[in-house]
Structures are given as C-alpha cells and as structure tokens.
C-alpha cells in the first residue's frame, strides 16, 4: 500500500484523504516535517496559496517540503499548484520547483467558481472539473507535459515528471481518475528508486 500525506495545513485536505483511501492508498496528514518520512507521494491541496506558505514556514515545514519535492511524486491541485510553481505573475515563488508559470485568481470576482468537462490526455471520457477561484497555468517549460486546457486553450493541467500541477480541484467530485494517475506516478518512482 502506498503512504500518500496530504499536506494539512489548511484548505481542503480532508476530501483529499477520502479519495485516496477510496482507491486503496494510505493517506498521511502532513504538519510536522516528520510526518514527510516513509511517503511514496504528497498532495498539497487548494486553500490559500499564501496561507500554507505562510503556516509552513511558520512551523519549521517549508525547508523539508522544499526538499522532498524536489525529488518525490508531489501534486499541487489549485493553491497547492501555486506552491509549486516556478513563477507566479508578480509575486515570488514558494516552493518554486515546477517549471511553470502561474497566474493566481485568472478568472476574477464574476467567475470565480465554475465547472466544466476537460479532455485529459490519456482519458477515455471528459473529467468534470470544479474550479474554485482558480490560477491559470499561463506558460510551461519545455520539460514540462500539458495534460489539458479549457475549450480557449487555456493550460489548466500539466505534469513535469514527478510533480503534478492542476488548476482546478478533483477531490471535489466522485472521479477518481486523476488520483489514481497520481498513484500510478508514484508506483513508477518507487519501483526506480
Ligand atoms: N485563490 C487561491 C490562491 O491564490 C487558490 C484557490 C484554491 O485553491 N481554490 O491561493
């Protein structure tokens, strides 16, 4: 079984966990750095970007989560895609590992809550997706894979090898495709590593 923590810190982590433990993995709430050993995978989930990092380094969290991303399964789903982001459009980056470059609340006050069905590469049928005040992925590297864009091309998914980026929130409705494409990275790098 793989251990998959849920970064805790604040946001909505808890629907995270529920959904890994829907398809047999083991969900860890991370808090504390301690909590980072023995996981094959880590979510950060959506919140406030600016919160978790604030939380983070307010308890000892941000240099070990800067340390395991930089090597372990990890997806960001919203906020916690802005953590990992390289760049965010005026403003410093926090965890800064992924190369992509973010714009945060892209949809503004009118919008800022909708969902939609996106063609995800890979995926037989469209996923329903719930964004929540959502960033836009604006630009990725060249390294970087887009795993989907909304109808104007707009990228909403990507991965880089291990690390994950999605704009939008698939803890919040019952598809649990993209979770387990997440535990497939994970049984991938275990088996390498
Ligand atoms: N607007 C939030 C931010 O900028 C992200 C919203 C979310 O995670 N649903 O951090």
Redesign the pocket.
């Known amino acids: 079984m793989l251990n998959i923590g849920v970064l805790a810190l604040q946001?909505?982590f808890a629907e995270h966990a529920v959904m890994l433990r829907q398809i047999g993995a083991n969900p860890i709430e991370v808090r504390k750095a301690e909590h980072l050993a023995d996981l094959h995978g880590l979510i950060i989930?959506?919140?406030?970007?600016?919160?978790?990092s604030r939380v983070a380094r307010a308890s000892g969290l941000f240099e070990p989560l800067r340390d395991f991303v930089a090597h372990k399964p990890t997806w960001g789903?919203?906020?916690?895609a802005?953590l990992l982001a390289k760049h965010i459009t005026g403003e410093k980056a926090h965890l800064g590992v992924m190369d992509i470059t973010v714009t945060?609340?892209a949809f503004g006050r009118q919008i800022d809550s909708f969902s939609t069905d996106l063609v995800v590469e890979g995926f037989e049928t469209p996923l329903r997706a719930v964004f929540?005040?959502?960033?836009i992925i604006e630009s990725v590297g060249a390294n970087v894979r887009v795993l989907a864009r909304l109808a104007d091309g707009r990228i909403v998914a990507a991965q880089q090898g291990h690390l994950l980026a999605t704009a939008f929130?698939p803890e919040l409705t019952p598809d649990t495709r993209l979770h387990t494409y997440f535990l497939d990275i994970c049984y991938q790098q275990r088996i390498v590593a």
Request: glycine share 18%; proline share 9%.
């Open positions: 946001g909505d989930p959506g919140g406030e970007s600016t919160t978790i789903t919203c906020a916690g802005i945060r609340n929540i005040r959502a960033p929130h």
